[in-house]
C-alpha cells in the first residue's frame, strides 16, 4: 500500500472518489472497532460461565492479546498481497466465525483458537490504516488520519454501551452474536469500497 506525501497536490480522482470512498472506510474502521470493543466486553463473562477460574480468565485475555499484536504485521502483508476489499474480507469472515465458535466450544479448544481471534480481531485495522492516505479526503492525508482516528476511537468508546444495552434486553450470548453480525456489516461496505479503491490504484498506475 502506498502512502501519499501529505504537501503533494490533490489529484482530480481524490474529489470525485475520495470523499465517498473516505466515507465508506471510516465505516467500515468504526464498525471494525465495535466488533472489536464489543466482544472484549463479553469475554471474561464467555470464559467464565466455561467454569475458568479468575486466573485463568486473566491467562484467558493473554493469548487474544498477543495474537492481536503479532499478528498485525502478516495482515499488513496480506493487504498487500490480497489488496484491501479480499484482506478485510477475509479478516472480518474470520471474526465473525470465530467470534461464534466461542459460543460453542469448551474451555480449551475456546482458549486455543483465542490467539487465531486475536489475529483477525486486529486484522482488518491494520489494511484500513494503510489505505488512508489513498482515500483521504482531496488528498489531505492528515486530516483523513484525524477523521478516522476520530471516528475509530468514538466507536470504540461507544459499543461497550451499545452491545450492554443489547445483552441487558437479551443476554450476553445475544450481545456475542451481535459483535458477530456486526463484523458480518462490514462485508457489504468493502464490497462498496471496491471502486473507489479501484480507481485509485488506476490513478497510481498512470
Not at 466488533?35 to 469475554?43: A, D, E, I, S
Not at 484491501?84 to 465458535?101: D, G, K
Not at 486475536?118 to 483523513?144: F, I, M, Q
Request: with cysteine; aromatic share 6%.
Amino acid at each position: 500500500m502506498r502512502g501519499r506525501n501529505p504537501r503533494a497536490k490533490p489529484r482530480a480522482t481524490d474529489k470525485r472518489g475520495g470523499r465517498s470512498g473516505f466515507g465508506l472506510l471510516l465505516a467500515i474502521g468504526a464498525l471494525d472497532t465495535a466488533t472489536r470493543m464489543g466482544y472484549l466486553l463479553f469475554l471474561p463473562f464467555l470464559l467464565q460461565t466455561r467454569g475458568a477460574s479468575g486466573m485463568v480468565v486473566g491467562l484467558g485475555l493473554a493469548p487474544l492479546f498477543i495474537g492481536g499484536a503479532l499478528g498485525k504485521a502478516p495482515c499488513g502483508r496480506l493487504g498487500q498481497h490480497l489488496g484491501v476489499v479480499w484482506s478485510v474480507i477475509a479478516t472480518e469472515v474470520a471474526t465473525a466465525l470465530l467470534i461464534l465458535a466461542t459460543l460453542v466450544l469448551p474451555l480449551a479448544p475456546m482458549l486455543a483458537i483465542l490467539p487465531l481471534l486475536g489475529v483477525a480481531l486486529n486484522g482488518t485495522s491494520s489494511v484500513l490504516y494503510g489505505t488512508v492516505p489513498d482515500l483521504a479526503p482531496n488528498g489531505n492525508v492528515g486530516r483523513g488520519f484525524a477523521l478516522f482516528y476520530t471516528g475509530v476511537i468514538g466507536a470504540g468508546g461507544l459499543a461497550p454501551i451499545a452491545y450492554g444495552v443489547i445483552a441487558d434486553h437479551g443476554n450476553r450470548t445475544v450481545g456475542i452474536i451481535a459483535a458477530a453480525l456486526t463484523a458480518a456489516t462490514i462485508l457489504p461496505l468493502v464490497l462498496a469500497l471496491r471502486p473507489a479503491v479501484d480507481n485509485e490504484h488506476r490513478a497510481l498506475a498512470n
